[in-house]
């Protein structure tokens, strides 16, 4: 494919504005990745799925993010650009994320963090990101650091364990009454709490990823219960995104999360990776990503989650025994 026909795919995704043209950019990507993705084409050959057999999106099959750690999932004839590792919390192979066109993932999280939190200039960002900062390859890191250029706020950054700085940094803003977004991995944020509670007015808190095995895991409402009163704030955001997706969603307070028009979320029944599941019910994570393009945009996840009828989704935590079933129709790929 020319350089031109890849351009043009990658402009689909933000001209998408309803179900329509997300259904139908959705079933060209199915039928790209059917026939030129050597993983999922396998994936789907081992579930006895041939192209032509699906018509509908809601009949894609999502490939089970494990595939990442064990496989090269690009298009055939990409080479990539820039690779993204995950953490390796989970597993001891890491997921690998490889990028063609970086500039399609910068395009995605700038975007979509415009359209969740508006215009990047109206932030001093300051991103507290340690585990993540300490290895050079995390899409996190990638995106907070372009966020805090985009916001172009001289005092914005990235910071490791400066707790000190970081509170010095608060108190700043508070004393300018700039608006400030605190972008942090729980466990440094919760750290923060514990040794510089202030109250913040404007300041808006972001919680994203784990703990990273640095502290006990908390559930959602007792995280956001301790951040709230050691910062006096009313809601605490999030931001859900991974390794494995170029886009994310945002959350604006009581741990709903909105995808932006290219990604959806779907929930699949807990005992059956291929049913979905009701409005309201908790089941699995599946995520239609639009701009993975190069990789593939429907992936099985390991978290757990529910709908709402509003569109919102909540994340409810992992599944206790991530071998998602599905991976063994990968073993030839």
Known sequence: MTADAWSSWMERPFAV??????????LDLFRLHANQNPVYRTFLKGLRIGPDQVRTVEAIPFLPIQAFRDHQVLLEGLAPVLTFTSSGTTAAITARHHLPWPS??????????LNALGDPRSWRIIALLPAYLERPDSSLVHMAQRLVEASGDPLGGLYLNQYGQVADLLRRSEEEGRRTLLLGVPFALLDLAERH???????HIVETGGMKGRRPELVREDLHHRLR???????????????????QAWSAGAGRYRCPPWMAVRIREVNDPFSPQQVGRTGGIDIIDLCNIASCPFISTQDLGRKHEDGSFEVLGRFDHSDVR????????
Do not use: I
């Open 326 to 333: 599905g991976c063994n129709l990968l073993a030839e790929a």
């Open 104 to 113: 399609l993932y910068e395009r995605s999280f700038l975007t979509g963090f």
């Open 17 to 26: 504005d309803g179900p329509g043209t997300f259904n139908a950019l959705a």
């Open 229 to 247: 009163e050691a910062f006096g704030v009313d809601r605490v955001g999030g931001e859900y995104g991974m390794t494995e997706l170029l886009s």
């Open 197 to 203: 509670p202030m109250p913040l007015r404007n300041v």
